[in-house]
């Protein structure tokens, strides 16, 4: 599954028929707790769920799961390389024996060509021009001409997203000792992004001394202000014990939703950054 996606939808949960405890109120709060079952690519006997922001976001508008078109930008841990990886809005044909991809658009950004785009990845200016900026998308049927049918959107796509403290410059120091309650996380601020940031918290039953158990545990919340510094819910760390290996994962972006109604064609229109921050949760002091 697409990263975007698989980080966006925690904003609401949509789980399978193996849930046994599900509860989505009016206001977007859910909890989830799941039995022997997948979640994202983790499979685990006992894995738990919790969203705690209450409230409208713009983000939920990628639950509509429509494919994909934009890019996304990602780093796995401080010390790692960005990736950055483009979406041109492909749907894999099931009837085929190689599961193939095919996506039945023509997509521009910023006037290019999106596959054109992708060769240029390792370019920092044309990453540059995809961030802090408004960036324009142009969508049209490969069926017919971009005269005859498209649709072009501007959307405002934050600054790429960096955790600045808990700052990690080792690798000795690649996993910091971080107390659970008043947790202070830092990044650097667009006060320009009205979206806020999506904040989760991942476990996937690693401690720090090399013992494992068979847990999943994934809590998400919203930060509504991008200012650069918040203290995080102590309840984001929720049903994670002390000497836990866990991920922080902070995200930014913005998206829109759009049809192409003579093809009867729907996409989600994307572009975000996020960035992982690897720590050992302490409980007890």
Known sequence: ???????????????????????????YKAT????STEVGSVISDKASQKILYIGETNYLKALYNNPIIGYSSSTSDPLSESKFVT???????????????????????????????????????????????????????????????SKSISL???????????????EEYLYPYCYYKDFVLRWNSDLKNENGLIVIVEWYGSYF??????????NGDLISIDD?????N????DDIPDNALCYITLLRGNLENIE??????????????????????????
């Open 209 to 218: 001394d090399g013992q494992h158990e068979n847990r999943y545990v994934r």
């Open 87 to 149: 979406f041109d809005g492909s749907i894999k044909t099931p009837w085929t024996k190689s599961l193939q991809s095919y996506s039945y658009v023509n997509v521009l950004i910023n006037g290019r060509n999106i596959s054109t785009l992708n060769l240029a990845t390792k370019s920092q200016d044309i990453v540059s021009d995809l961030y802090g900026k408004d960036v324009s998308f142009t969508i049209s049927p490969v069926t017919k001409s971009q005269d005859d049918s």
């Open 1 to 27: 599954m697409k990263k975007i996606i698989y980080i966006l939808s925690i904003v609401l949960l949509s789980c399978d028929n193996k849930i046994i405890e599900n509860e989505v109120a009016d206001n």
């Open 260 to 285: 192409l109604l003579e093809e009867n064609l729907a996409y989600l229109v994307a572009g975000e950054s996020h960035a992982v921050l690897p720590l050992v949760l302490v409980r007890d002091l």
């Open 234 to 237: 102590n309840e984001l760390f």
């Open 32 to 35: 989830a707790i799941v039995d």
């Open 228 to 232: 650069g510094e918040e203290v995080l």
């Open 156 to 170: 405002y796509i934050p600054e790429i997203v960096e955790i600045t403290s808990p700052k990690i410059e080792t």
